[in-house]
């Protein structure tokens, strides 16, 4: 995916092709948050937010009284999360969220359902899926970095109703991945000894979550980037183990290739015999791939707390996408090739509900080759992916409900902040439902797991069809508007045909996934529950709220393409990039001059401006000498007083001894 590699031209006026900015507004007469603001400083602009825009729509386009769609768009909550999260932590945020146990462990019931052919050629083919669907959000995101992003376009593009669905969809679907990762550490831990007892280690498990979710979001965007980062090298690791074992690279010296490819062979049958139930096998793979892979609603959930996001962003949709590609694609070859569809011990662990990695068709064929040592490694690898994977679906959950109240569509308690911008009622409400995971002490916990992934599967694919559905809208605005997809931050391509790619087969396989409920023997109660009950509870969350707030279908014409565009330029234009480490900074005149005029010319910003805002931040960052103090005080007081003055000169007031 390429970007445009064009600017977002905020400085056109109206009619010119380009969604209208408020350019002569100052930080200090706007809510908005720049590196130097204290939370004092920030609530109190916010007070004035509404009146100040209101007047620079007045001044700015001519008009007696802004219109009443504006005039409703600045009614909601105002998002006091902070923006920490770097764009390392962007970066992985989405691979964490989306590789977990699914593909060390669950991916070997694809290969005994389908046979290495077609677990590979599912694989293969719902990536394709996820990259449209990758494509649509990385387009509208950047456009409008907000938190809860695709939630809330769905409100704002479409409609209100079906944002409230798609909201509570996913947050179902966040919050119930909790307690199934959760259950899945109890079940890893168990590889080694059942001497811990299941309750234990489910509680330490939340509590682990908690520390790390409700301080501050830099602790869990640190915490992800590590987990994550381990992530990939395991599955990289597996892979060379792969290429290394099958050719010959093992203590049986067994150089055996492709072989489980021709014997027993590519494909297997499921139910029925011949053709169908070679196609039976297929498509349980491809079920099997549409729970396994996703990944661009992680990095979304992350746009409204990261750092600079439009120049952040495009990069994190196209490198989560290919690594996770990459990483989906080979695993699911890997597993085909080390072990056949017809392993014993890979049958009888899938059965029996074997603990942790046992499952695992890497660990089954370290066995198959006599492997000692490599099978504890995995395991405990295993075991810090699905810790890794319910600390995202913490993060993901608790701001997918944040975006629903400040949208107004869930109770206002949980717009509420600490001051380190964690939304805490949020959290705790997750936390709550995160103890649906004692469960397993009463019941079987291969029983429990298939209950979570059952109620999941239907609820993501609703979530990727509510995607490109919802890009579909936005881009028949942008056209109806007037708007050139040109000047966007991102463009997305093969547009709208992706998008209509994405929504016919993520809609289609939200129905296939609990098909097998309705051939003849193998109907069950709560199979068909578990499997259909989201696709139940969408369309009544719709009707209900379209119903009881008499919404309305939005037109291409009435869309709001202009909500919150006015917040991230301003946020754009005083984004000071964090120094480096006084230790490493080095104070000459050359080279403070250069840093600042390549600054300047990034940002398209005034030069003096630029230069009191990195000057101040540096010296801020080295040693606590009275000199340093001296200066720095010195450089805040030329800068508010710049402030004071550029204020006074766009309202009119003349300054004293001018």
């Not at 009619?15 to 007469?29: L, N, Q, V, W, Y």
């Not at 810790?387 to 993060?395: E, K, L, R």
């Not at 206002?412 to 469960?439: D, E, H, Q, W």
């Not at 103090?629 to 800068?639: D, G, H, I, M």
Request: glycine letters at 8%.
């Amino acid at each position: 995916m390429a970007s445009s590699g064009r600017d977002f031209n905020y400085d056109e006026k109206p009619g010119s092709g380009a969604p209208p900015h408020f350019m002569d507004e100052t930080p200090i007469s706007r809510g908005v948050r720049t590196n130097s603001t204290t939370d004092e400083e920030y609530g109190q602009r916010r007070g004035s937010r509404k009146h100040s825009v209101v007047a620079s729509i007045k001044a700015n386009y001519g008009l007696a009284e802004p219109s009443a769609r504006y005039e409703e768009s600045i009614k909601v909550e105002y998002d006091n999360t902070h923006r920490k999260l770097k764009p390392r932590h962007i970066q992985l945020i989405g691979i964490g969220g989306t590789i977990g146990t699914a593909l060390y462990v669950q991916i070997g019931r694809g290969l005994l359902n389908g046979g290495p052919g077609s677990l590979f050629m599912a694989f293969t083919i719902w990536c394709t899926f996820i990259l449209c669907v990758t494509n649509c959000m990385a387009e509208m995101v950047t456009y409008a970095p907000i938190s809860s992003p695709f939630i809330r376009f769905a409100g704002r593009y479409v409609d209100e109703a079906f944002g409230v669905a798609a909201g509570y969809n996913f947050f179902v679907f966040e919050a119930m991945l909790v307690p199934f990762e959760i259950v899945a550490c109890n079940v890893i831990i168990h590889f080694w000894s059942d001497i811990v007892p299941p309750g234990g280690i489910i509680a330490i498990v939340i509590c682990c979550y908690a520390v790390v979710n409700l301080f501050a979001v830099k602790y869990y965007g640190e915490t992800e980037f590590w987990l994550a980062l381990g992530k990939m090298l395991l599955i990289i690791g597996l892979i060379i183990y792969t290429f290394i074992a099958m050719l010959g690279g093992n203590p049986l010296h067994d150089r055996f290739g492709f072989r489980y490819w021709r014997d027993p062979g590519s494909f297997t049958e499921l139910y029925y015999g011949g053709s169908l139930g070679r196609f039976l096998g297929f498509l349980q793979c491809l079920i099997q791939a549409s729970f396994t892979i996703a990944g661009p609603d992680y990095v979304s959930m992350a746009a409204g707390e990261a750092e600079n996001p439009r120049k952040v962003l495009p990069r994190a949709y196209k490198a989560v996408f290919y690594r996770l590609t990459t990483f989906f694609m080979l695993g699911s070859l890997c597993v085909g090739i080390l072990v056949p569809y017809n392993d014993e011990e890979l049958t009888t662990a899938f059965s029996t509900g074997k603990p942790g990695a046992a499952a695992s068709p890497y660990v089954v064929s370290m066995n198959r080759l006599r492997i000692k040592v490599l099978p504890h490694i995995v395991n405990a690898m295993v075991l810090g992916s699905a810790f890794s994977a319910g600390n995202s679906y913490v993060y993901c959950a608790s701001r997918s409900l944040f975006g629903l109240a400040l949208e107004g569509k869930a109770p206002r308690i949980f717009t509420r902040c600490t001051k380190n911008g964690v939304p805490i009622y949020c959290v705790g409400l997750v936390l709550l439902i995160s103890l649906l995971a004692f469960l397993q002490v009463s019941n079987d916990a291969a029983v429990v797991l298939n209950w979570f992934v059952s109620l999941v599967t239907a609820s993501q694919l609703i979530n990727f069809s509510v995607m490109a559905y919802t890009f579909i809208a936005f881009k028949k605005a942008l056209e109806t508007q007037g708007i050139d997809r040109n000047s966007l931050p991102y463009k997305s391509w093969w547009q709208p045909f992706s998008a209509y790619y994405a929504l016919v087969g993520c809609f289609i396989m939200t129905f296939v996934g609990g098909y097998t409920v309705f051939l003849p023997g193998f109907w069950d109660v709560p199979n068909f529950l578990f499997s259909y009950m989201m696709c139940a509870v969408f369309p009544v969350l719709f009707v209900g709220w379209k119903f009881i707030k008499k919404t309305k279908w939005l037109k291409p014409e009435e869309v709001d393409l202009t909500k919150d565009l006015d917040e991230i330029a301003e946020y754009e234009r005083n984004y000071v990039p964090k120094p480096p480490r006084p230790s490493e900074t080095s104070f000459s005149a050359p080279k403070v001059d250069e840093e600042f005029a390549a600054y300047g010319a990034e940002r398209k910003t005034d030069t003096a401006q630029a230069l009191l805002d990195l000057s101040m931040s540096m010296l801020l960052q080295v040693s606590k000498k009275p000199r340093h103090r001296l200066e720095s005080s010195r450089l805040l007081e030329a800068r508010r007083g710049r402030e004071k003055e550029c204020t006074f000169e766009r309202l009119g007031i003349n300054v004293p001894g001018q």
